[in-house]
């Protein structure tokens, strides 16, 4: 697969092969980019921002429409691409070029309403006497750099609304599963000016620091795990940025809890995708009053799961990313049952297949209860009582999404008040959303919000024109 850069179509002599995580084969190769040819997307991208400023409203919605139109013609054949790069199963990939393409039809709506307001300056001190109103600009170029697990949703998500604001993007999509993003490029590229949309391909490390630290680029976002957001942030100097960042997402299932719907909701939130979900579950805080009876069903319900070969569409486990993703997770079980923990169900790894696994007995100063464990995991921290529940949700470093489950809504409201993250649903796992809702983290989670709206308002900048009319 090449990169696309102003209109054109780049291989290079230097390649990466991409393996498919379930078998090993090569799906494809991607030039493996450098330093220069960042600088040829950044310096194209400025430029054809240009253009497209120029652009109505009308036009560019229509753009985005026709794009819409071309990747549901094509929902089938990159759903397969996303299952052979990442190892998805094929039933979840289908999900993700669903919502996708939702994602671009929302953009295509919201390109007509990004407008400003009439401000009254006369409700403020000396401001008597002028007609004023602000207008949304676009930003100039985007910077776009995503993660592996949803590699075409994730991309759209900033894509899309970055183009529907009359901005330019240069998108930079993971080593690990770069196909699929980069068709959903060509998709949309077909209806724009050259130059708008550009991708690059290649290992973060080595292409980051141009790509974070050139001053043609107004806005950088990012999807990926907090050390690297963090390492952005400080690169970016006054360019706005935007970080999507990782999770550690509680499930809570209090004491008057539905356990039949808790544990549905414990199954879907620990093993989608193996568990390489932001806002996974990662932590099942479950009072003693029914945990026996919790963990009796969960261990029936995660019996159930098939493990297998993820193009097969009954498979509810694949393998992850790697074999060094495996073994990460292996060593934080491991490391949970020498701390103390039981191992309920599961706990084996081969090659990059880890089972669900099932641990009880945590406390909430364990490393995998601390850390994000990107993998088919659910820890459970058995509490007395919704304030404790909440203290310990709220022990954490993320603050992505919460889950809690209970029929007493005193205890719903309190905890969709005191519980530190993004969104806390009530009888619903945090592994849940919409494309149109805001999303996004608070502490390391991350800053600003997507959902296409919210995405919208962190790609445009408000100038205010004031008329003096006395
Ligand atoms: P990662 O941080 O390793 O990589 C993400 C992207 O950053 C990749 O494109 C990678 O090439 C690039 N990158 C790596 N080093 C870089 C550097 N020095 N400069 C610039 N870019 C660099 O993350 P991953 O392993 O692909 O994905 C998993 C992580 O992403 C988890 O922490 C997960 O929680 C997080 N995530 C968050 C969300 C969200 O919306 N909050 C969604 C999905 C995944």
Redesign the pocket.
């Known amino acids: 697969m090449k990169i696309l850069i102003n209109g054109k179509y780049y291989q290079k002599n230097e390649k990466i092969d991409i393996i498919n995580p379930y078998n090993q084969k090569i799906i494809d190769n991607v030039p493996k980019c450098d330093k220069s040819d960042v600088e040829k997307a950044i310096k194209h991208g400025k430029n054809s921002q240009k253009i497209l400023n120029e652009w109505s409203a009308y036009k560019v919605s229509n753009g985005l429409y026709s794009a819409y139109e071309d990747l549901r013609k094509e929902k089938k054949k990159i759903a397969k691409t996303i299952t052979e790069e990442t190892g998805k199963p094929i039933k979840d990939s289908i999900v993700e070029m669903e919502r996708s393409i939702e994602t671009l039809k929302l953009s295509a709506e919201e390109a007509k309403r990004i407008y400003g307001e009439a401000i009254p300056l006369d409700a403020g001190l000396g401001g008597k006497g002028f007609f004023a109103f602000t207008q949304k600009l676009p930003l100039g170029l985007v910077v776009a750099?995503?993660?592996?697990?949803?590699p075409v949703n994730?991309a759209i998500h900033k894509v899309a609304p970055a183009i529907a604001t009359k901005n330019s993007i240069i998108l930079?999509?993971?080593?690990?599963a770069p196909i699929s993003a980069l068709r959903l490029c060509e998709i949309i590229d077909n209806y724009f000016p050259n130059g708008v949309i550009n991708t690059i391909t290649g290992?973060?490390?080595e292409l980051?620091e141009e790509?974070?630290l050139n001053p043609n680029v107004d806005k950088i976002t990012f999807?990926?795990?907090?050390p690297?957001g963090i390492?952005?942030k400080n690169r970016a100097g006054m360019k706005k940025v935007s970080l999507?960042?990782?999770?550690n997402d509680p499930l809570l299932v209090l004491k008057d809890a539905n356990i039949e719907k808790a544990v549905k909701s414990a199954t879907i939130g620990s093993y989608l995708y193996s568990g390489q979900v932001?806002m996974g579950v990662k932590r099942i805080i479950v009072d003693n009053k029914i945990a026996d009876d919790f963990l009796e069903l969960f261990v029936k319900e995660t019996k159930k799961l098939k493990f297998g070969d993820p193009l097969d569409i009954k498979t509810d486990i694949g393998p992850l990313i790697d074999e060094r993703a495996a073994e990460i997770v292996e060593k934080s079980v491991d490391n949970a049952i020498k701390n103390g923990a039981s191992l309920v169900y599961g706990g084996k790894r081969k090659g990059n297949f880890f089972q669900p696994t099932i641990l009880d007995n945590l406390n909430e100063n364990m490393d995998i209860i601390v850390n994000?464990t990107?993998g088919p995991i659910s820890p459970i921290i058995r509490i007395d009582g919704v304030d404790e529940a909440i203290k310990i949700a709220n022990n954490s470093d993320y603050g992505?999404q919460a889950g809690v489950f209970t029929e007493n809504i005193a205890d719903a409201l309190k905890c969709a008040n005191e519980i530190d993250s993004g969104a806390v649903f009530i009888n619903k796992q945090s592994t849940f959303r919409t494309d149109n809702m805001p999303?996004g983290?608070f502490k390391l989670?991350?800053v600003g919000k997507e959902g296409v709206k919210y995405a919208v308002e962190d790609m445009v900048k408000t100038k205010l024109i004031g008329l003096n009319l006395r």
């Open positions: 750099i995503t993660p592996f697990n949803y994730l930079k999509p993971s080593i690990k290992y973060g490390s980051g790509l974070t999807t990926g795990s907090v690297v390492m952005i999507e960042l990782g999770g932001c994000e990107f992505l999303f983290g989670s991350g």
